[in-house]
């Protein structure tokens, strides 16, 4: 693996193991580089180096399952046994003595922590990772005990995705912010404890000087009118009337390899290209209903029974989980929660489905078979998950944590490397929430221009 790192990789490689070789400091390193840099191949390289020279672990996280899943990490989240809230960023809670004792028996080995995507972390997350560090390792009045003393290295783009209605990491975190998620405690500017580094051979457009060229003007904001001309060429050339053409749309991406995504900018138009990929698909529509159960009064369950299916459009609001779900046998599907992120069944992983299991009486569907792009067989169970409806009424749903995934968001991209994808990146792309980085995202995803379908 070292004898295949470019120059780039093995200088960042060499400057990380000198330091934990030496230990005569700590590593708190930033590097930075565009998409397909190959960042993801440098962490596994200077894990397995740990491994082999120091006996050591290293810890490997992410901010998303499939972010995670591709760096065979773990989310942040539960690395680093964070509070999670569906609908906003939950307070920073201090853990009980057993979990942390279990926690310290767990990292105890781990001679580094890498963090990726770091572009996606808010400057609370970070400030949380810090406190959970030094609560876990003992360093909360230690000098300079930021991050338990531990060797951090961050990897990500900060021209990619922002964090979800979040600040980035590098901005000092507020009074209001710190007297709302820490409480008592104070906060710090934690940015500039991490010195830079940065890649600069892309690796993953390296068969295509032309479509690399284009990206990197574009991560920056300067687009020639070259660039603009060759990216026109890559367009889906509709013929029909505007009604029509989402029927094209769905012919024309069926002429393409199974495992072709298609990038959208928002939720509803993903909604709108699953529902019409599903209803090309040849046999029955199964229909896979949540088990709701409501903690209040009965004279309210009938009212809260009716907001939740006027909420069948707002999956934000109901924890991301459909209340109905519609499917079909051969139907492509994405799994909505991390199962078990060791086996890559994380948020993000896409699959076929292939069986349906249902009770003795069938009257309840039991689970879901689907087959992975890697052809695992995975059987998909029910989830419990709880939101809120309003003020202090909380709902216990039951159901299968998938949705169709002919269309994804581009939020749900980074990491992905693929050979062939469909993608709208026309003007809704700039008017939503959390819009910037959306095109530069959209478009690295893929390999080379020609694998590249523009709507």
């Not at 191949?41 to 397995?48: G, P, V, W």
């Not at 906060?187 to 940065?198: A, I, M, P, Q």
């Not at 053409?245 to 069926?254: A, I």
């Amino acid at each position: 693996m070292m004898s295949r790192l470019n120059e780039d990789q093995k200088r960042v490689f060499d400057r990380v193991c000198e330091v934990l070789q030496n230990k005569n400091q700590i590593l708190r390193l930033y590097v930075s580089g565009e998409g397909g840099t190959g960042k993801s191949f440098l962490i596994e390289t200077i894990k397995h180096w740990i491994g082999i020279n120091l006996k050591k672990v290293t810890a490997i996280s992410a901010p998303t399952g499939i972010a995670a899943c591709n760096i065979n990490g773990l989310t942040i989240h539960r690395m680093f046994q964070l509070p999670v809230t569906h609908e906003s960023m939950a307070k920073y809670t201090h853990l009980s003595d057993m979990v942390l004792k279990t926690l310290r028996e767990k990292l105890k080995n781990v001679e580094l922590f890498i963090i990726d995507e770091v572009s996606m972390i808010s400057n609370v997350t970070m400030m949380f990772i810090n406190l959970r560090l030094c609560e876990i390792f003992d360093t909360t009045d230690t000098d300079d005990g930021f991050f338990g003393r531990k060797d951090i290295l961050l990897f990500g783009d900060l021209l990619q995705l922002p964090p979800v209605k979040k600040q980035f990491s590098f901005v000092i975190m507020s009074r209001s912010e710190i007297q709302k998620y820490l409480g008592t405690m104070g906060g710090s500017d934690l940015w500039r404890l991490f010195e830079y580094d940065e890649l600069l051979i892309n690796m993953r457009q390296r068969c295509d000087n032309t479509y690399r060229e284009i990206l990197s003007r574009i991560r920056i904001g300067l687009v020639t009118d070259s660039d603009i001309n060759v990216l026109q060429s890559r367009k889906i050339n509709f013929k029909g009337t505007c009604d029509e053409r989402l029927n094209e749309l769905c012919t024309y991406m069926n002429q393409l390899p199974v495992d072709t995504l298609c990038l959208l900018p928002t939720c509803y138009l993903c909604t709108t290209l699953n529902t019409a990929m599903l209803d090309k698909i040849n046999g029955d529509e199964i229909l896979l209903i949540a088990e709701d159960d409501v903690d209040c009064a009965a004279a309210m369950k009938k009212k809260v029974h009716k907001i939740l299916k006027d909420k069948d459009e707002k999956v934000s609001e109901t924890a991301g989980i459909e209340r109905v779900i519609a499917i079909k046998i051969g139907a492509k599907v994405m799994i909505r929660r991390n199962i078990d992120v060791t086996l890559g069944l994380v948020n993000g992983t896409i699959g076929i489905v292939i069986a349906i299991h249902r009770s003795v009486d069938g009257n309840r569907i039991d689970s879901v078979t689907i087959v992975t792009s890697d052809n695992k067989q995975v059987i998909i169970t029910r989830v419990d998950i709880k939101f809120e409806v309003f003020h202090k009424i909380v709902v216990h749903r039951k159901q299968f944590p998938l949705s169709l995934s002919y269309g994804i968001t581009v939020h749900k991209s980074p990491g992905i490397t693929c050979k062939n994808a469909m993608m709208d990146l026309g003007t809704s792309v700039f008017v939503y929430v959390c819009t910037d980085g959306q095109v530069y995202v959209g478009l690295s995803r893929v390999s080379t221009l020609e694998g590249l379908h523009l709507i």
